[in-house]
């Protein structure tokens, strides 16, 4: 990505949700449990290619890495992370009531 | 009505003065189902705790910008503390009572000469330790894409126009090496308590992007 062309900088800024904060925690915990590294962190954000960072968010991005990276080192299978995510979605349509 | 907007309104905004993250007021998202269930799942089977996840949180919370301030300006003050700082910033930083982690963390010195800026061209690697989490701007496709090709020209859309003499050096960070810019003190701060002087190091400035200022 360094030396790539692209268009202004957007100077805005904004505070971080719970949500964000929580998938931070997750890195950096399940990261100090030796289940994942930054560059393990890394790798799979690369691997979603460019296309990613226009659709998806910073925490988005690391979700989906994170999640990738536990089926990766055996801590959760897809089958389970499937069948809890329809659990908490039958729970509410907020965050607040789903967590 | 035709001054209908909404100038002085702090609607959604936080108490930072920042507005929230969309998310936040929207229905549910795929990805928040997803960081929910990867949490629960990891809980349930042992490998964190909701202590250690709530702990980790307020850590976060409670590391900013006026971390690096502090170290930066007992670095003004005080000539041996520099020398040290720019040998090696983890030890110091560590006895300063931070909590830097296992990274290398290397303070970059400006002075009349050279000017230093840091990037992550790779991802966001920055020195969450000592300035809290990164801003947007620093995580962003353009600021990693254009930083290391033309730097001058990222730094005046900050507003930061350097005189032409001066050298300007790009430091990529790595997800092992972390950079902090110590930047020169401004003539107008000199002969301040290095308290007062904290106030001066903006966040900013200890990216490369913005000099101390006076504060208001």
Redesign the interface.
Known sequence: ??????????????????????????M???SA?G?M???S??RV?EDMGPDA?ET?????RW??S??QN?VEAG??TTE??GA??T???AR????G??? | MPHDHHDHSHEGL?T?G????A??DT???Y????????????IE?G??TAA??HA??NA??SRSPANGARVVARAWVDPEFKAALLDNASEVSRAMGFDIGPMHLIALENTDEVHNVV?C?????YPRNLLG?P???Y???????????EPRK?LS??GLNLPEQMQVRVH?ST??MRYIVIPAQPEDSFGLSEEALAAWVTRDSMIGVGLPLAPK
């Open positions: 990505m360094g030396g790539d062309p692209a268009g202004p900088i957007n100077p805005d800024e904004h505070d971080f949700a719970l949500w964000e904060k929580r998938v931070d925690a997750l950096v915990l399940t449990a289940l590294t930054t560059d962190l890394r954000l960072y998806m968010t910073y925490y988005e979700i989906a994170v999640a536990m801590a959760v389970e992370l809890k995510m659990e908490v979605r509410g349509s907020t965050y009531a789903a967590s | 936080s930072s920042h507005p929230y993250r998310d936040n229905g549910l998202s990805w928040q189902v997803m960081e929910i269930a990867l949490r629960e799942l990891l089977k490998y964190l250690q996840i980790q949180i976060m919370d990037v061209t790779l991802c966001s690697c989490l801003p947007d701007w995580k962003s496709r353009a600021y990693r894409s254009r930083t290391v090709i990222v859309e900050f990529d997800a092992d």
